[in-house]
């Protein structure tokens, strides 16, 4: 199986920052990294597919980057409904492995 | 809009069983796969199973193989997870989610990805 890592597990930032979560992944996945967010107790919602696309709905805040093993989701001025966890998921291999997370907290 | 709602969840001892459903709505169910993803208490996420549109094609994670059968009722737009022999490392919130599959000319890789996703169903596998 692809192993997944996130980095940080954890990350303070405050309103109106420009916040970067990177996501490693143990082989070349080439683009196929999408990124989900969820907030406490609800399901995670699709933020990010194919490395760089965001879905219809999604805020131009958010963008993706990276090909191969590293990729980086950045949001570029963050909004109080902009803290929750963030998933980068693998879908080159199957099993579609994901990383553990990485939580955005109030700073 | 699509929407996903799951049901079945509930506690139940080590070694039984249980079958989860997800009732979707909002899209047409029998031209997408569909995916079962859990998360352990404090946990990330981990995709469990997936199923072909038509049924014909069937995944599992190594963990559960064996043990847990997804299967779908496309007249009645309805997901399920038959799970037996479980156990406690299977207590988790399962959500189904839709698996967007898109094929690119030349590409030998689907993309794929999970939207949207049920609200979840807590299963608690303990004596």
């Known amino acids: ?107 | 809009e699509a929407q996903l709602v799951e049901s079945g969840g509930g506690l139940v001892q080590p070694g039984g069983s249980l079958r989860l459903s997800c009732a979707a709505s909002g899209f047409t169910f029998s031209n997408y796969w569909m995916s079962w993803v859990r998360q352990g208490p404090g946990k990330g996420l981990e995709w469990v199973a997936n199923i072909k549109e038509d049924g014909s094609e069937k995944y599992y994670v190594d963990s559960v193989k064996g043990r847990f059968t997804i299967s779908r009722d496309n007249a009645k737009n309805s997901l399920y997870l038959l799970m037996n022999s479980l156990r406690a490392e299977d207590t988790a919130v399962y959500y189904c989610a839709r698996d967007f599959k898109v094929r690119v000319p030349n590409i030998e890789v689907a993309y794929n990805w999970f939207a949207p996703w049920g609200q979840g169903t807590l299963v608690t596998v303990s004596s």
């Open chain 1, 1 to 107: 199986d692809i192993h997944m890592t996130q980095s940080p597990s954890s990350l303070s930032a405050s309103v109106g920052d420009r916040v970067t979560f990177t996501c490693r992944a143990s082989q070349s996945i080439s683009n196929y990294l999408n990124w989900y967010q969820q907030k406490p107790g609800k399901a995670p919602k699709l933020l990010i597919y194919a490395a760089a696309s965001l879905p219809s709905g999604v805020p131009s805040r958010f963008s993706g980057s990276g090909s191969g093993t590293d990729f980086t989701l950045t949001i570029s001025s963050l909004q109080p409904e902009d803290f929750a966890t963030y998933h980068c998921q693998q879908t080159y291999i199957t099993p579609g492995t994901f990383g553990q997370g990485t939580k955005l907290e109030i700073k």
